[in-house]
C-alpha cells in the first residue's frame, strides 16, 4: 500500500472502466482532479461498475474533483450528495441511456431529477445531464453563477420554469430533443448579448417570443425539427449570427429585412421554396449584401493560375487524381458527420491550390494534404450547433493510412502558417446566391459537380465569375437557347457585377469540357 500511496498522490487525472480499479483509486488516490468513468455496458467489470451499490458514496470521496465525467450514468436522480461534498467542481458531464425521445416513446418521465440544492455548485461552468428523461428543470440550475454552457439534451423538458432568469455567463444553451412547447418570455432577454449558442433542434415550438431580438451576441441558432411557420421580427436584430439552421421547419420566409446579416455564411433549410423567396423575391438586398462582402473576401486573396509551373513533382494530372480520390472519400463519407458534403469538397480543394500556390509539395505529402484540407473544409461546414464534433484522430482514421498524429499536426501547421485562408470563397458558395437569383435549382447539379474542380485549367478563374459562367451554361442548355439573348439574365448582372462579355472566355471553356 505504501508503493499505491506514493504512486496515487501524484496522480491528477483517471479513466475507470472496472469497479475495483474506482476503488483503489478512491483509496490512493486523493489529488485526482478529473475523473472518467467510462463503462462499455457490454463487459462483465463494466457491468458490475454500474450495479455497484456505492458507487456514488465512492464518486464523492474525491472531494478535490474539478471534472466527472459518467457515461452511461444510470441514476434515477441526481446524488443530492455531490452539491454537498464535491464544491470544486467546475464540469459535470453525466450521459444517461436515452439518445432521443423520438427512440423511445415508451420511456417514463423522471421529475424532479435535479436537486434544488445543485445552487451551492457555484463553481460548475459546464453542465451535461442528457438522456435521463428529465421532465422538469429547476430554476436554480440556470442561476448558477459561473455556468458558461449547460447542455441537457435527449430528454422529456416539457418547459422552462416560469421564473427562470438565466445566468449571465451562460454562452451555450443546448435544449435539443426535448417536449418544449413553448419558451417563457424574458428568459432568454435576461441574457442580453452574452448568450452566442442556442440550440433547440426536434422540439415541438411554434414560435419564438419576441425578446430573442435582445440575443444581441448570439452566433447560431438551431430551430430545426419544430413547429415553426413563422418567425420574429425581432429575429432581424441577430446582427452577429453566422449560423441559422431551419431543417424540417414549415419557414419559406425570413422576417422583415435581413440584410444585417452580412456574417452569416450558413443557413440550413429544407423547405424547397426558402432560398428563391429569401433572396430572389423577399430580400433581395440580403443577396446583394452577402456577395458584396463574399466579393472583397475573394479580392484579398485570388490564387495565381500560372502556380504549376514551380512544382517539382506535382502536374495538372496528379491535382486531378488528388482531387477525385477526395470526391470518391466524400462519396463513402461516414453518415455520422454529415457536412455539407458539397461545400466541404470545394473547401478542400481552395485549400489544395492555395497551399500549393505558396509551397512546392513533395509526392509523399499529396495525399496527407489531400486528408488534412478535407478535415479543414468539415471544420468549415459540419454543423456549427456541435462544435469539435469530430476530432483529428477519429478523422484520420477513416483512411486508414499510415500518417499519424503528428504528420497531420506537421502539415497542418504548415498549411496554416503559408497564411492560406480556408474561408476564401468558393464556386459553390457564389454559385448558391447568384443561383436563386436566375430562378435556377439551388444546389449545383449536372454542371457544376466535380468537373470544374479536376481541371487545372479553371483555376485561372475567380470563383465567381465561374460561378456566373455555370448558370449561364446551364441556363443554355436547360432552356435550349443558343444564342445568348434569354439565356443572360439582367438579375445575373445585378447580383455578380459582371457583364456576358466578362464571362466569353469561361463560358468558352466550359462548354468544351461539356
Not at 463487459?43 to 478535490?64: E, K, N
Not at 436522480?77 to 444517461?96: C, D, K, M, Q
Not at 504548415?414 to 457564389?430: L, N, W
Request: hydrophobic share 45%.
Amino acid at each position: 500500500s505504501g508503493v499505491l500511496e506514493q504512486l496515487g498522490a501524484g496522480l491528477t487525472a483517471l479513466r475507470i472502466t472496472r469497479y475495483a480499479d474506482l476503488i483503489i483509486a478512491s483509496r490512493f488516490c486523493p489529488n485526482v482532479v478529473h475523473l472518467n468513468v467510462a463503462v462499455d455496458e457490454q463487459d462483465a467489470a463494466g457491468r458490475l461498475l454500474l450495479s455497484a451499490p456505492r458507487l456514488v458514496d465512492i464518486l464523492i470521496s474525491f472531494t478535490a474533483l474539478r471534472e466527472l465525467h459518467v457515461s452511461p450514468a444510470l441514476f434515477s436522480a441526481l446524488p443530492a450528495e455531490f452539491a454537498e461534498r464535491l464544491v470544486h467542481l467546475e464540469v459535470l458531464w453525466l450521459i444517461g441511456r436515452l439518445s432521443s425521445v423520438h427512440n423511445l416513446p415508451d420511456a417514463a418521465p423522471v421529475t424532479g431529477f435535479v436537486p434544488s440544492n445543485i445552487s451551492r455548485m457555484t463553481r460548475l461552468t459546464n453542465v451535461t445531464l442528457c438522456g435521463f428523461a428529465m421532465r422538469d428543470l429547476p430554476p436554480e440550475l440556470f442561476q448558477l453563477p459561473a455556468l458558461s454552457r449547460l447542455n441537457v439534451c435527449a430528454n422529456m423538458v416539457e418547459a422552462l420554469p416560469v421564473t427562470a432568469s438565466l445566468g449571465s455567463s451562460l454562452r451555450w444553451l443546448y435544449l435539443a430533443s426535448n417536449r418544449l412547447e413553448s419558451l417563457p418570455r424574458g428568459a432568454l432577454g435576461s441574457l442580453g448579448g452574452q448568450l452566442r449558442y442556442v440550440n433547440l433542434e426536434e422540439n415541438l415550438l411554434r414560435e419564438l417570443p419576441p425578446d430573442i431580438g435582445l440575443l444581441t451576441g448570439l452566433e447560431s441558432l438551431c430551430l430545426a425539427a419544430n413547429a415553426f411557420s413563422a418567425l420574429p421580427a425581432e429575429l432581424k436584430r441577430l446582427t452577429s449570427l453566422t449560423a441559422l439552421t431551419l431543417d424540417d421547419t414549415a419557414i419559406a420566409l425570413l422576417p422583415g429585412d435581413c440584410g444585417a446579416w452580412p456574417n452569416v455564411r450558413f443557413i440550413n433549410h429544407c423547405h424547397p421554396d426558402l432560398v428563391y423567396s429569401m433572396f430572389a423575391l423577399a430580400h433581395p438586398q440580403l443577396a446583394k449584401t452577402r456577395l458584396n462582402f463574399l466579393h472583397s473576401l475573394e479580392e484579398r486573396n485570388v490564387i495565381d493560375g500560372s502556380y504549376m509551373q514551380r512544382q517539382t513533382f506535382v502536374t495538372p494530372a496528379i491535382r486531378a487524381m488528388l482531387v477525385r480520390w477526395e470526391c470518391s472519400v466524400m462519396i463513402n463519407f461516414p453518415g455520422d458527420y454529415k457536412p455539407e458534403i458539397t461545400g466541404m469538397l470545394f473547401a478542400a480543394v481552395s485549400i489544395i491550390d492555395q497551399f500549393l500556390q505558396r509551397t512546392v509539395v513533395d509526392k509523399h505529402d499529396l495525399q496527407l494534404l489531400g486528408i488534412v484540407s478535407l478535415y479543414m473544409g468539415l471544420r468549415l461546414f459540419a454543423d456549427p450547433n456541435v462544435p469539435s464534433a469530430v476530432s483529428k484522430a477519429e478523422f484520420l482514421a477513416i483512411f486508414h493510412e499510415r500518417f499519424t498524429l503528428d504528420d497531420f499536426d506537421w502539415l497542418e501547421s504548415r498549411i496554416v502558417a503559408s497564411r492560406v485562408v480556408p474561408s476564401q470563397p468558393t464556386v459553390f458558395q457564389f454559385y448558391r446566391y447568384m443561383a436563386c437569383c436566375a430562378e435556377m435549382p439551388a444546389n449545383p447539379r449536372d454542371l457544376l459537380t466535380f468537373e470544374l474542380l479536376l481541371e487545372y485549367a479553371f483555376v485561372k478563374y475567380r470563383p465567381s465569375q465561374l460561378a456566373v459562367t455555370a448558370i449561364y451554361c446551364e441556363r443554355l442548355r436547360f432552356f435550349d437557347m443558343f444564342a445568348a439573348q434569354g439565356a443572360w439574365l439582367p438579375e445575373l448582372e445585378t447580383y455578380s457585377g459582371m457583364s456576358i462579355n466578362d464571362v466569353e472566355l469561361s463560358a468558352v471553356d466550359v462548354i468544351d469540357l461539356l
